[in-house]
């Protein structure tokens, strides 16, 4: 054999080692990047599930903040109907009492329509001061009831 044969025989016997080598190279880490996107998926998997359970968890909580909120606004709704017939029983005797002012005799009369016109005004004017003063309850009541459980939701949501 000449020296350029035995010179490619020896670049031929390398370059069929370099392939080889390089494709067993390829074989392990092929396998390697298989169990690298298994493992991957996994995780992925189960990290999906644990975010829709603790979204579940925070939505139960949130949800029942909520029913908890309406039926403290139906209580308080029930607490204000009946201050409100209360008032209406106030101002039933307030009339009442404005009605019985006027005086039996004549020359009484005349200070009797007058103080009963007072007695009228007077009671018109609690009337109104009792329903205004009614409807700020309410609307107070529902603020915090509102307030209160907005808190408690976002403190079970950051547990």
Known sequence: ???????VSILLAMAIAVGGTWQVQ?????KQL?????????????AGNAAREEEQRRQASVNKEASDAREQ????AV????????GDRLHVEADKFAA????????????????????MVLSDLLQRADKRAGELAAAY???????????????SIRQ
């Open 34 to 46: 298989a169990d690298i996107e298994r493992d991957q998926a996994l995780a992925i998997t189960e």
């Open 73 to 76: 606004n139906k209580a308080a």
């Open 1 to 7: 054999m000449t020296p350029w044969q035995i010179l």
């Open 79 to 86: 607490d204000a109907g009946t201050a409100d017939a209360a």
């Open 26 to 30: 390829d074989w392990r880490y092929g």
């Open 141 to 155: 009541d529902r603020a915090r009831i509102a307030g209160l459980a907005c808190e408690r939701s976002f403190d």
């Open 100 to 119: 019985s002012t006027c005086p039996g005799d004549s020359g009484a009369t005349q200070r009797g329509a007058s103080a009963t016109r007072a007695a």
